[in-house]
């Protein structure tokens, strides 16, 4: 069974321009979850989407949004980048139906903003 | 508001020593914890989760375990290899399927 997998993998971007980031889960898998790492703040988590549906969100302004589509693969978009958006964006995918659900994660999206 | 902590931030070892790491958290009403790894510039790669309601989880040489009421889950790694140095990383889930992580624990086993 495929993993989960992101693309791109590398993206380098300047401030202000807006950034489309991709996760397709593992096959079956119905929740998507999103996180930004960085050094300085660890892996923080942006939002979740179940069935098409965010069911929850973390503490991150608007400029972060996402969506999940009928076959369960998400995308997560940044507009008007700023240089403290560089980080390593990670998702994580599971059955998302109970709490014995492993989550797991792709190899992540390097995003860097000059 | 949920806040996860690891102790210690980097650990160093010789190859076959037994060791201990841990992490606590300050809200009690969590479905479940799971740990992980992870390699420098990779993704994370799940070793245990531990429901709410169970107190142990064992994997080969890992062994994980939840004290939910005292907010402390350890996980124990037996006979340490040079292949396990990453940095490992708890993370509990609450309600409405957040997950929120610790800043996780550096490993170097040394050969």
């Known amino acids: 069974k495929a993993g989960v997998t992101q693309t791109p993998r590398y993206l380098i971007k300047t401030r202000g321009q807006q950034v489309t980031l991709s996760c397709s889960p593992i096959?079956?898998?119905?929740?998507v979850s999103w996180y930004q790492q960085t050094p300085g703040q660890g892996l923080q988590f942006l939002f979740e989407y179940f069935s098409e549906t965010q069911r929850n969100k973390g503490n991150f302004p608007g400029r972060f949004s996402g969506r999940q589509f009928s076959n369960s693969r998400s995308e997560m978009n940044v507009s008007t980048l700023e240089l403290g958006d560089s980080a390593l964006y990670l998702c994580?995918?599971?059955?998302?139906?109970?709490?014995?659900?492993?989550?797991?994660f792709g190899p992540g999206t390097r995003l860097t903003v000059l | 508001k949920q806040e996860v902590t690891q102790i210690p931030a980097a650990l160093s070892v010789p190859e076959g020593e037994n060791l201990v790491l841990n992490c606590s958290f300050t809200d009690s009403a969590i479905y479940n914890l799971q740990w992980f790894r992870q390699d420098p510039g990779k993704g994370l790669t799940s070793l245990l989760l531990?429901?709410?309601?169970?107190r142990e989880q064992t994997s080969g040489r890992l062994n994980a375990s939840l004290d939910k009421s005292s907010g402390r889950s350890t996980l124990y790694i037996a006979a340490s290899q040079p292949g396990d140095s990453a940095t490992y990383l708890c993370?509990?889930?609450?309600?409405?399927?957040?997950?929120?992580f610790g800043a996780g624990t550096r490993l170097f086993v040394k050969a």
């Open positions: 993370a509990v889930q609450g309600g409405g399927f957040k997950t929120i």
């Open positions: 531990i429901q709410s309601s169970q």
């Open positions: 096959s079956g898998h119905r929740s």
């Open positions: 994580a995918s599971s059955l998302g139906q109970s709490s014995t659900d492993t989550q797991y």
